[in-house]
């Protein structure tokens, strides 16, 4: 069922509604002018609505967000729909939800701005708790990382060939003299500092490791930029 009656939307073409009714996503209109939406039974079960005669508005997202302005509704009511918008809210059931809401133009008005957005909500709940808990890994790895003698590091090699330091601790400088921060776009570097004789077996060593996906282990000699 939608939320605002035929009545309420009857500029929006009977078929486009139709349409809606049968989409397995949560997908709504939105008429800003008015402030008007109406969304499929999707939409109201991830919003956790319980009235599915219930309205739903700007007033209504700002209340399930717990903020005081959405500014992503001022760019998409000018027609700026750039960027996607993320929220977090608690549902009328009580759990919490995170979801992405993207818009595009269903109509414009004779002053260029959009009368009808078709809105699309992705449910990202999941995909955000694990992106958090892999920042709060990461900040774990660095704090610890921080506290290790000597240096710990990520060495990346893609399938295009590319070398890359993802991650290399602050113990870089103490042993090869060259500030960590710069050697994540470019690790030629460090190789620079290999001793001459070591660095076939370096490379080798290198190599095996990243085609295996064994433990890399190996020694070499360096000459810093101390000399």
Same mark, same amino acid.
């Given at each position: 069922?939608? =939320?605002?009656?035929?009545?309420?939307?009857?500029?929006?073409?009977?078929?486009?509604?139709? =349409?809606?009714?049968?989409?397995?996503?949560?997908?709504?209109?939105?008429?800003?002018?008015?402030?008007?939406?109406?969304?499929?039974?999707?939409?109201?079960?991830?919003?956790?609505?319980?009235?599915?005669?219930?309205?739903?508005?700007?007033?209504? =997202?700002?209340?399930?967000?717990?903020?005081?302005?959405?500014?992503?509704l001022d760019?998409?009511?000018?027609?700026?729909?750039?960027?996607?918008?993320?929220?977090?809210?608690?549902?009328?059931?009580? !759990?919490?939800?995170?979801?992405?809401?993207?818009?595009?133009?269903?109509?414009?008005?004779?002053?260029?701005?959009?009368?009808?957005?078709?809105?699309?909500?992705?449910?990202?709940?999941?995909?955000?708790?694990?992106?958090?808990?892999?920042?709060?890994?990461?900040?774990?790895?660095? !704090?610890?990382?921080?506290?290790?003698?000597?240096?710990? =590091?990520?060495?990346?090699?893609?399938?295009?060939?590319?070398?890359?330091?993802?991650?290399?601790?602050?113990?870089?400088?103490?042993?090869?003299?060259?500030?960590?921060?710069?050697?994540?776009?470019?690790?030629?570097?460090?190789?620079?500092?290999?001793?001459?004789?070591?660095?076939?077996?370096?490379?080798e060593a290198?190599?095996?490791?990243?085609?295996?996906?064994?433990?890399?282990?190996?020694?070499?000699?360096?000459?810093?930029?101390?000399?």
């Open positions: 069922p939608m =939320f605002r009656s035929r009545e309420d939307l009857a500029h929006i073409d009977e078929s486009v509604l139709a =349409f809606l009714d049968g989409l397995e996503e949560p997908i709504g209109l939105w008429e800003p002018s008015a402030d008007r939406w109406a969304v499929n039974g999707r939409w109201a079960d991830l919003f956790g609505l319980a009235d599915p005669k219930g309205l739903l508005t700007a007033e209504d =997202f700002l209340s399930l967000a717990g903020e005081t302005e959405l500014p992503w760019d998409w009511r000018q027609g700026n729909l750039v960027k996607a918008a993320e929220i977090e809210f608690v549902r009328m059931t009580g !759990d919490s939800r995170t979801v992405r809401l993207t818009a595009h133009v269903c109509t414009r008005g004779e002053d260029g701005m959009p009368s009808v957005l078709m809105i699309r909500v992705e449910d990202i709940t999941t995909a955000t708790s694990m992106r958090l808990a892999l920042l709060e890994t990461e900040k774990r790895f660095r !704090d610890l990382a921080a506290n290790i003698p000597g240096a710990i =590091f990520r060495y990346a090699i893609h399938a295009d060939g590319r070398h890359e330091i993802e991650y290399m601790s602050g113990g870089c400088e103490n042993i090869w003299e060259i500030d960590a921060r710069s050697l994540q776009s470019d690790p030629a570097p460090l190789w620079d500092l290999i001793d001459a004789e070591d660095l076939p077996t370096m490379q290198v190599r095996r490791s990243a085609e295996t996906l064994s433990d890399w282990s190996c020694g070499f000699r360096i000459t810093t930029p101390s000399g």
